[in-house]
């Protein structure tokens, strides 16, 4: 049986970006990770995919770090930039792939093998959101921009993209989930096949493709 969090709601930056600009729509996900004990629930293992996906990640990764070492900049990578965020309702934690800094500059760096997607940069205002609240001491008096690297190249992320319109949003989202009550589940093979939660904790995961109905009509 999943255990409920002694220490509160709990959430990971990445559990909330595509809630956030609306990629997905099934809040009991995120609500049911962020309120439980990661150890205590049934994942669905990693496939052959998932392993691909991290080598290239990790290749990607690698580059970017030289890039901005070559550039001169101090490089700390993803262990060493873990951060947890306390509010009055719930806890937010990351850790973002590189956080550079040179000259009073810092870049919040996210790196992605997927297509370009909003709710990467969505991701990545997060931890610029986040990480100079969880760090004042080393982030005081510093310009503070994001930046998601692809295969394809870069996508910067300005400091003004984190305003105050965007905190209400994630602060909206996170103590709408920070609540004992379940928030709606909305099953799908598009959502389930990518979420982690297996069958034994959510009894509606479809995890067949089902054919999506087919209407014809003389309108158009
Ligand atoms: S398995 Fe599907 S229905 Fe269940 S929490 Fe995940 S996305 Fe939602």
């Not at 990445?14 to 099934?26: F, M, R």
């Not at 809040?27 to 629930?41: M, T």
Request: glycine share 8%.
């Amino acid at each position: 049986m999943a255990l409920a969090r002694i220490t509160g709601p709990y959430f990971w930056v990445s559990w909330l970006s595509k809630l956030l600009v609306g990629e997905t729509s099934c809040q009991w996900g995120v609500w049911f990770r962020a309120q439980h004990e990661g150890s205590s629930w049934e994942k669905v293992p990693s496939d052959f995919d998932q392993v691909q996906w991290l080598i290239k990640h990790g290749e990607l990764l690698e580059q970017t770090r030289r890039y901005y070492e070559r550039q001169g900049y101090i490089v700390s990578e993803a262990s060493q930039n873990s951060f947890k965020l306390r509010g009055a309702t719930a806890t937010l934690a990351g850790r973002p792939d590189l956080v550079v800094a040179r000259d009073g500059e810092v870049v919040i760096v996210d790196v992605k093998v997927g297509q370009p997607n909003v709710s990467h940069t969505a991701q990545v205002m997060t931890y610029m959101y986040a990480l100079p609240r969880a760090m004042q001491s080393m982030f005081h008096g510093t310009r503070i921009s994001g930046q998601v690297v692809y295969p394809d190249g870069p996508v910067d992320v300005p400091e003004a993209a984190v305003n105050q319109e965007f905190i209400a949003a994630l602060g909206g989202l996170m103590r709408g989930l920070a609540v004992r009550e379940a928030p709606r589940k909305t099953p799908s093979w598009n959502e389930c096949r990518f979420c982690p939660i297996g069958a034994r904790d959510c009894h509606e995961r479809v995890d067949i493709c089902e054919e999506q109905p087919v209407g014809v009509t003389e309108d158009f």
